[in-house]
């Protein structure tokens, strides 16, 4: 079955600086992406996802990277900011009718003013 | 729309006793996921639906039992609650792709 690793499981920067999270999956048949964030004791959020015929995506201060070929993706935030403080998890799925969807562990991100 | 419910919001059991968490979604959504999440190990599928009448074992489905009542709810059972159950539930709902995410119970098993 699919796995997802995810690195680095914590990571601090100064604010204003970038945050790179990055993730591997083991299935390539894995075609869909997502990145969630969370914050503390609320519920996981989209924040950005992609899709397997599209390279890379940008929304803002967010961009999401995809290298199919060797199955990684990254979450790139720049001019990070204290409210970016949170938990973020990478995803991958199979589009198939089975429907499921396989996290990475998290990254742990703090932003320091 | 109210997406994504949960009850309840917290509860605690002692080691053996029974409870189904339930979950509903008013979006007209085929899919929907029950996670459980404890810390360091992100988000750990315990079962799916990915349409009404339908349920799929995910990662850690062992103590779990669920039902898919119609489209909007799909419950889960813990039939004889053990210690390592202790964590939060998130169900999930989906159209296709992104997953909409329940504001969680937090289960503690003594």
């Known amino acids: 079955g699919e796995n997802v690793e995810q690195h680095p499981s914590t990571l601090s920067v100064q604010e204003g600086d970038s945050a790179v999270i990055k993730c591997t999956y083991s299935?390539?048949?894995?075609?869909?992406f997502p990145w969630y964030k969370q914050e503390l004791g609320k519920r996981p959020q989209l924040i950005i996802d992609?899709?397997?015929?599209?390279g890379e995506k940008k929304d803002q201060r967010i961009a999401v990277t995809l290298n199919k070929t060797a199955k990684h993706f990254s979450l790139h935030i720049t001019e990070t900011q204290p409210e970016d403080s949170a938990v973020y998890f990478c995803?991958?799925?199979?589009?198939?009718?089975?429907?499921?969807?396989?996290f990475g562990p998290g990254t742990s991100l703090s932003v320091i003013p | 729309n109210a997406g994504v419910t949960q009850t309840p919001k917290f509860q605690v059991l002692k080691t053996g006793q029974s409870m189904t968490l339930q979950c509903a979604q008013d979006?007209?959504?085929?899919?929907m996921y029950w996670y459980r999440q404890d810390p360091g190990m992100g988000l750990r599928l315990i079962y799916y639906?990915?349409?009404?009448?339908?349920?799929d074992k995910g990662e850690v489905p062992n103590g779990y039992n669920v039902s898919r009542l119609n489209k909007r709810e799909f419950s889960l059972r813990l039939e004889s609650a053990a210690p390592s159950q202790t964590s939060v539930y998130f169900c999930?709902?989906?159209?296709?792709?992104?997953?909409?995410f329940g504001p969680g119970t937090r289960l503690t098993v003594l």
């Open positions: 999930a709902s989906s159209p296709r792709d992104l997953q909409f």
């Open positions: 299935d390539s048949a894995s075609n869909y």
């Open positions: 992609i899709r397997s015929n599209v």
């Open positions: 995803a991958a799925r199979r589009y198939t009718s089975y429907d499921k969807v396989i």
């Open positions: 979006m007209n959504h085929n899919s």
């Open positions: 639906s990915a349409s009404e009448g339908t349920t």
